[in-house]
């Protein structure tokens, strides 16, 4: 049924499972993978997001679920937790691009765009709702009926909006197109087919929402109170409202950007020739006009309308093909490689990889590690938060804490999230919240990046550092170049070594770690 272009994209977006091996943000599994652990084997965190019910379990459902059978066959390992759900993805992300190809008529530019695409690359296996998001919206577009009354797509479409409401922006022009050339009268249209598949698909995902919640949830209802309404994304940072057409769009596009322009340009100046581009152009643009509206900006937001953008870019490449030299060919292709080859290799192999390279080293430790009071490890991640995934990839029910920065859901006057407190008096927080007595009540192990050292050093000095991490070339703010782990003192096996290099033990002494944390951190 499917040729070779459907293997090569297969071949693509598993190698990327593989060759992807940073961070990008933490929805990739806070949204995803640590819910999917939590429903699996009873344990792990749920952010804020879940217990406000404003997003869908649907996602994370079906990894729980292959968590499960992982399980029950024995196999429910670190490597194959973290790995076999990003196959997943890719699988899904590859079969979505095979609907793209055929969508674009199979031309060997819209297979080279796709494939070439840093930011799909970079992004097609990751478990995040947004990749799942704008499969769907390939699979959709491709049985879209430019030139027929097929209403196949809106299945996709529907399931997309009840895992991300707002993946309806790209399709309010769509539809209404869709709903305006058709011979079928408007109301029936409505209530027969959009009216239809859009409450049995909800009625599917709303079941499986108020079950994993308890009750009975509309998690789109609710997605929308708390951002749109509550404009709670604005705590998580802002930018200001052009900050998609100078940043957004070009980086998502990359090189691709330079062509797209041109395509736009065309299909603006002859939209009644190309009317199928002019169509989509203003999905895009009213796609980026409403984001633009909303003060929390993020690149991931922009996925949905980047095959929009390649199918513009294939066609006007197809056309341009005709007329320009093989020359001018090969150069416009070896350059499109180059670019987005080189921000494909740095951002998915080397920039930002620091904070999920810690994580196979952590879960060794939490596995095998006991104190000297034979107690299991107690990890401290004194880091911004979320900054990287948590029992999904460690697998182990030992203590594992981090700075928490849920937004101001009480409207508290002078809010500051415990993040916030941390990093305005690091030791002044340390003193406050971490217990003095038993010393084995600390942390066992510290995680945090290297620019946070010289601010805690009084408190590290009862802890040795076992491990780092390279994460970036451009460290910013609260996050540093390396990843750190400390660990806390074995104070016998201090002592002991310090007895076993001392030539007179009776002049020398081995000071008590928690004598020199009582003098040192007790307020």
């Given at each position: 049924?499917w040729?070779?272009t459907?293997?090569l994209f297969?071949?693509?977006?598993?190698?990327?499972?593989f060759?992807v091996?940073?961070?990008?943000v933490?929805?990739?599994?806070w949204?995803?993978?640590e819910v999917?652990h939590?429903l699996?084997f009873?344990?792990?965190h749920?952010?804020?997001e879940?217990?406000a019910?404003i997003r869908?379990?649907v996602?994370?459902?079906?990894?729980?679920?292959?968590?499960k059978l992982?399980?029950?066959?024995?196999?429910d390992?670190?490597?194959l937790?973290?790995l076999?759900?990003?196959v997943l993805?890719?699988?899904?992300?590859?079969?979505?691009?095979?609907?793209?190809?055929v969508?674009?008529?199979?031309?060997?530019?819209s297979?080279?765009l796709l494939v070439?695409s840093?930011?799909w690359?970079?992004?097609?296996?990751r478990?995040l709702?947004?990749?799942l998001?704008?499969s769907?919206?390939?699979?959709?577009?491709?049985?879209?009926?430019w030139t027929?009354?097929?209403t196949r797509?809106l299945?996709p479409?529907?399931?997309?909006?009840?895992v991300?409401?707002?993946?309806?922006?790209?399709?309010v022009?769509?539809?209404?197109y869709h709903?305006?050339?058709s011979?079928?009268?408007?109301?029936e249209?409505?209530?027969k087919?959009?009216?239809?598949?859009g409450l049995?698909?909800?009625a599917?995902c709303?079941?499986?929402?108020?079950y994993?919640h308890?009750?009975?949830?509309?998690?789109?209802?609710?997605f929308?109170?708390?951002?749109?309404l509550k404009?709670v994304?604005?705590?998580?940072?802002e930018h200001p409202?052009?900050?998609?057409?100078y940043?957004?769009l070009?980086?998502?596009?990359?090189?691709?950007?330079?062509?797209?322009?041109l395509a736009?340009y065309?299909?603006?100046?002859?939209?009644k020739?190309y009317?199928?581009?002019?169509?989509?152009?203003?999905?895009?643009?009213?796609?980026v006009l409403?984001y633009s509206l909303l003060s929390?900006?993020?690149?991931r937001?922009?996925l949905p309308?980047?095959p929009?953008?390649?199918f513009i870019?294939a066609d006007y490449?197809v056309r341009?093909s005709r007329?320009?030299?093989?020359?001018?060919?090969?150069?416009t292709a070896?350059?499109i490689?180059a670019?987005?080859?080189?921000?494909?290799?740095?951002?998915?192999f080397?920039?930002q990889?620091?904070?999920?390279?810690?994580?196979p080293y952590?879960?060794t430790?939490?596995?095998d590690?006991?104190?000297?009071?034979?107690?299991?490890?107690?990890?401290?991640?004194?880091?911004p938060?979320h900054?990287?995934p948590?029992?999904?990839?460690v697998h182990?029910n030992?203590t594992?804490?981090f700075?928490?920065?849920?937004?101001n859901l009480?409207d508290a006057?002078?809010?500051?999230?415990e993040?916030?407190?941390?990093?305005?008096n690091?030791?002044?927080w340390i003193?406050?919240n971490?217990?003095?007595?038993p010393i084995?009540?600390l942390p066992?192990?510290v995680?945090t990046f290297d620019?946070?050292?010289?601010?805690?050093?009084d408190?590290?000095?009862?802890y040795?550092?076992?491990a780092s991490?390279f994460h970036?070339?451009y460290?910013?703010?609260?996050?540093g170049?390396?990843v750190?782990?400390?660990?806390?003192?074995?104070r016998?096996?201090?002592?002991?070594?310090?007895?076993?290099?001392?030539p007179?033990p009776?002049?020398?002494?081995?000071p008590?770690l928690?004598?020199?944390y009582d003098?040192e951190?007790n307020p």
């Amino acid at each position: 049924m499917w040729n070779r272009t459907f293997w090569l994209f297969v071949a693509v977006r598993v190698a990327s499972v593989f060759l992807v091996a940073s961070w990008f943000v933490p929805d990739e599994y806070w949204q995803s993978l640590e819910v999917a652990h939590r429903l699996a084997f009873g344990y792990g965190h749920m952010t804020w997001e879940w217990t406000a019910g404003i997003r869908s379990y649907v996602y994370p459902a079906v990894f729980a679920g292959l968590y499960k059978l992982l399980a029950l066959a024995g196999l429910d390992s670190v490597e194959l937790l973290t790995l076999v759900p990003r196959v997943l993805q890719a699988c899904l992300s590859a079969y979505a691009d095979y609907r793209f190809h055929v969508w674009c008529n199979r031309t060997k530019w819209s297979t080279f765009l796709l494939v070439s695409s840093w930011c799909w690359f970079y992004v097609g296996s990751r478990t995040l709702a947004n990749t799942l998001e704008t499969s769907l919206t390939m699979i959709a577009l491709s049985y879209f009926p430019w030139t027929s009354e097929c209403t196949r797509f809106l299945w996709p479409v529907a399931l997309s909006f009840y895992v991300r409401p707002t993946s309806v922006l790209p399709w309010v022009p769509l539809c209404l197109y869709h709903i305006k050339k058709s011979s079928h009268p408007t109301w029936e249209l409505l209530l027969k087919r959009y009216l239809l598949i859009g409450l049995l698909t909800g009625a599917v995902c709303v079941s499986v929402d108020s079950y994993f919640h308890g009750t009975v949830v509309f998690t789109f209802y609710e997605f929308l109170k708390y951002n749109v309404l509550k404009n709670v994304g604005s705590f998580y940072g802002e930018h200001p409202w052009y900050w998609y057409l100078y940043a957004g769009l070009p980086i998502v596009l990359g090189v691709c950007v330079l062509p797209f322009l041109l395509a736009s340009y065309e299909t603006v100046r002859h939209r009644k020739v190309y009317k199928e581009r002019a169509i989509l152009l203003l999905s895009v643009c009213f796609t980026v006009l409403v984001y633009s509206l909303l003060s929390h900006k993020e690149f991931r937001f922009l996925l949905p309308v980047l095959p929009m953008c390649l199918f513009i870019t294939a066609d006007y490449l197809v056309r341009w093909s005709r007329k320009a030299s093989s020359k001018m060919l090969w150069f416009t292709a070896l350059l499109i490689v180059a670019v987005n080859g080189l921000m494909a290799g740095y951002t998915g192999f080397v920039h930002q990889r620091g904070t999920l390279d810690v994580m196979p080293y952590l879960a060794t430790t939490a596995k095998d590690y006991r104190d000297e009071f034979n107690n299991p490890a107690k990890m401290f991640f004194l880091m911004p938060c979320h900054s990287t995934p948590l029992y999904s990839h460690v697998h182990q029910n030992v203590t594992m804490r981090f700075l928490h920065c849920e937004p101001n859901l009480t409207d508290a006057p002078n809010y500051l999230d415990e993040a916030d407190q941390f990093y305005a008096n690091p030791m002044s927080w340390i003193r406050k919240n971490l217990p003095v007595h038993p010393i084995s009540a600390l942390p066992s192990h510290v995680v945090t990046f290297d620019v946070l050292e010289p601010q805690i050093k009084d408190f590290l000095s009862i802890y040795k550092e076992t491990a780092s991490f390279f994460h970036t070339d451009y460290p910013v703010g609260r996050v540093g170049g390396y990843v750190k782990v400390y660990e806390r003192f074995d104070r016998n096996a201090a002592a002991t070594a310090s007895s076993s290099t001392t030539p007179n033990p009776t002049t020398t002494s081995v000071p008590s770690l928690e004598d020199e944390y009582d003098t040192e951190y007790n307020p």
